[in-house]
């Protein structure tokens, strides 16, 4: 069982604040993922990683940065949160994505902007 | 585009019975099939997978079943439980080299199991 922590479960904070979304694993797994949900709509790769100092854009555009320092640690930023950005946020991680290593999320951020 | 739908919203059953969800795909690229289960105020988590070399994967009372040619797959759930009561995400990727973990989702059904 993967362990993935995603802190804060849920944001609520004003047009134009600058926040970080974090996510730890504690399996030194290589890939990790952020994906973005909307209530009763699909999730959506926004970001991804292969490893430490590697990041790539998911399928979904978006506003948000993420970076890589360590392998346990995929933070996600808005520098300037708009109402635009409400949505929740789940970071995944995955040793090796497969028939038998599939895809393992985290709780999920709530962010509200207001 | 929406390359992975599920084409109903919801789903209720009553305790005992099957529980059948659907998922349709367009890519015929996609060869990873994935079932995710997802209750409220937590992520998904992994329930079944299947590959496109296969038509059936089949894990205690979970089964999927993949149809290729129709670009179909559906999980059934036999018998059902009021704990299944939670949202169902089908997911789909194209295995290996840059597309690892990266899975394309249905909107996901919801599935209410009625004691």
Known sequence: ?114 | DQQVKQNSPSLSVQEGRISILNCDYTNSMFDYFLWYKKYPAEGPTFLISISSIKDKNEDGRFTVFLNKSAKHLSLHIVPSQPGDSAVYFCAASLYGGTSYGKLTFGQGTILTVHP
């Open chain 1, 1 to 114: 069982e993967a362990d993935i922590y995603q802190t804060p479960r849920y944001l609520v904070i004003g047009t134009g604040k600058k926040i970080t979304l974090e996510c730890s694993q504690t399996m030194g797994h290589d890939k990790m993922y952020w994906y973005q949900q909307d209530p009763g709509m699909e999730l959506h790769l926004i970001h991804y990683s292969y490893g430490v100092n590697s990041t790539e854009k998911g399928d979904l555009s978006s506003e948000s940065t993420v970076s890589r320092i360590r392998t346990e640690h995929f933070p996600l930023t808005l520098e300037s949160a708009r109402p635009s950005h409400t949505s929740q946020y789940l970071c995944a991680s995955s040793d090796n994505p497969g028939l038998n290593s599939p895809l393992h999320f985290g709780n999920g951020t709530r962010l509200t902007v207001t």
